[in-house]
């Protein structure tokens, strides 16, 4: 246990924690996205929607082992761990940099930062903002003036309609893939992946993930504000 707290104080440490609950988050956000193409399904002879019938699975998984919703549940509080964690060793790297910077000799940290690490920095405040505002429109329904419980694929049609919330959701899924292409890459090199032979595949297969995650999530909402998918 002292060598694992003396690990996290340091620098590597912490970007080993980030790598690590960046892993969870980013296999979390790729199945999501699966599960959203759910809504490209055609509608059952029986008249149900897969999206619902797919949303009914994942709160009976495990029953009755478990209670109706346990692994749902549980599932929730490891990401919600993940993302605390993501955010806490965020915060703590910025900061040591922060320090580190304010000491030097060296221009203005706005001229030695990356565009990549500004994309994450102020990419990351926005997921988070769009985390809660999800949680409230399509969890609990909260911010949703039209939601039935049980009836998501209703549900995610009525919110698509409207170019409002299409467009926030399309700015989220901008700063996701950003986040994931940098998140991935870094993924790698924070670990120690490296080899001659596919360090050149790190970047492009990155590239290759956020393209895909961007245009699963984006594809059914566009399609409903379009018309087509109702």
Same mark, same amino acid.
């Given at each position: 246990?002292?060598?694992?707290?003396? #690990?996290?104080?340091?620098?590597?440490?912490?970007?080993? %924690?980030?790598?690590?609950?960046?892993?969870?988050?980013?296999?979390?956000?790729?199945?999501?996205?699966?599960?959203?193409?759910?809504? %490209?399904?055609?509608?059952?002879?029986?008249?149900?929607?897969?999206?619902?019938?797919?949303?009914? &699975?994942?709160?009976?998984?495990?029953?009755?082992?478990?209670?109706?919703?346990?692994?749902?549940? #549980?599932?929730?509080? =490891?990401?919600?761990?993940?993302?605390?964690?993501?955010?806490?060793?965020?915060?703590?790297?910025?900061?040591?940099?922060?320090?580190?910077?304010?000491?030097?000799?060296?221009?203005?940290?706005?001229?030695?930062?990356?565009?990549?690490?500004? +994309?994450?920095?102020? !990419? !990351?405040?926005?997921?988070?903002?769009?985390?809660?505002?999800?949680?409230?429109?399509?969890? +609990?329904?909260? %911010?949703?003036?039209? &939601?039935?419980?049980?009836?998501?694929?209703?549900?995610?049609?009525?919110?698509?309609?409207?170019?409002?919330?299409?467009?926030?959701?399309?700015?989220?899924?901008?700063?996701?893939?950003?986040? #994931?292409?940098? !998140? =991935?890459?870094?993924? &790698?090199? +924070?670990?120690?992946?490296?080899?001659?032979?596919?360090?050149?595949?790190?970047?492009?297969?990155?590239?290759?993930?956020?393209?895909? =995650?961007?245009?699963?999530?984006? +594809?059914?909402?566009?399609?409903?504000?379009?018309?087509?998918?109702?």
């Amino acid at each position: 246990m002292r060598r694992v707290a003396t #690990l996290y104080r340091t620098t590597v440490g912490k970007k080993v %924690l980030m790598a690590a609950s960046g892993l969870v988050l980013f296999g979390f956000v790729f199945v999501h996205m699966l599960g959203n193409l759910k809504m %490209l399904a055609p509608r059952a002879e029986d008249g149900s929607y897969a999206m619902d019938v797919y949303a009914e &699975f994942l709160r009976d998984v495990g029953y009755p082992l478990v209670p109706h919703e346990g692994v749902l549940w #549980l599932t929730r509080l =490891v990401l919600l761990a993940a993302v605390a964690v993501h955010i806490v060793s965020a915060f703590q790297l910025w900061k040591k940099s922060r320090e580190a910077r304010s000491g030097s000799y060296g221009k203005e940290t706005n001229l030695s930062l990356s565009y990549a690490s500004r +994309t994450m920095r102020w !990419g !990351g405040v926005i997921l988070l903002l769009f985390i809660v505002y999800h949680i409230l429109h399509f969890t +609990t329904g909260d %911010l949703h003036s039209s &939601f039935e419980y049980g009836a998501v694929h209703q549900n995610y049609v009525n919110a698509f309609q409207n170019p409002l919330v299409y467009g926030f959701y399309f700015l989220a899924q901008s700063a996701l893939a950003f986040h #994931l292409y940098h !998140g =991935v890459w870094s993924f &790698f090199q +924070t670990l120690g992946l490296n080899h001659p032979k596919y360090n050149p595949l790190r970047r492009p297969f990155a590239a290759g993930f956020a393209l895909v =995650v961007f245009v699963g999530f984006l +594809t059914p909402a566009t399609l409903v504000l379009a018309g087509v998918l109702t």
